[in-house]
């Protein structure tokens, strides 16, 4: 069983920062490929970015592409997403998820999910 446990939500205007984090247990965390989605309401959950197992290799949505940064530590077992020059259109909730080994796009290649954490970003 993994768990995955999100935080660093919250309210912020546009322009501004937030540095979302993902504590993960449960199983050899640095063996896995770590993806964060985001679902804002109404819409489907889409892909933000991932890294892969060894934090090397990383890929980003086009709409978040030198805004958002994400990095992984596995001796503490976490993932972070930076994000920076907020936009309202960033506003959902995001998910850190696990399960492939290499880095994948489709949420539907990813077996554990966090709780999310809420993102609003104000105008």
């Known amino acids: 069983q993994v768990q995955l446990v999100e935080s660093g939500g919250g309210l912020v205007q546009a322009g501004g920062s937030l540095r979302l984090s993902c504590a993960a247990s449960?199983?050899?965390?640095?063996?896995?490929?770590m993806g964060w989605f985001r679902q804002a309401p109404g819409e489907e959950r889409e892909f933000v970015a991932a890294?892969?197992?060894?934090?090397?290799?990383?890929y980003y949505a086009d709409s978040v592409k030198g805004r958002f940064t994400i990095s992984r530590d596995n001796a503490k077992n976490m993932v972070y997403l930076q994000m920076n020059l907020l936009k309202p259109e960033d506003t959902a909730v995001y998910y850190c998820?696990?399960?492939?080994?290499?880095?994948?796009?489709?949420?539907?290649?990813?077996?554990?999910w966090g709780q999310g954490t809420q993102v609003t970003v104000s105008s």
């Open positions: 998820a696990t399960g492939p080994r290499d880095i994948r796009t489709k949420s539907s290649l990813y077996n554990y």
């Open positions: 449960g199983r050899t965390f640095s063996s896995y490929a």
């Open positions: 890294i892969s197992w060894i934090g090397s290799s990383t």
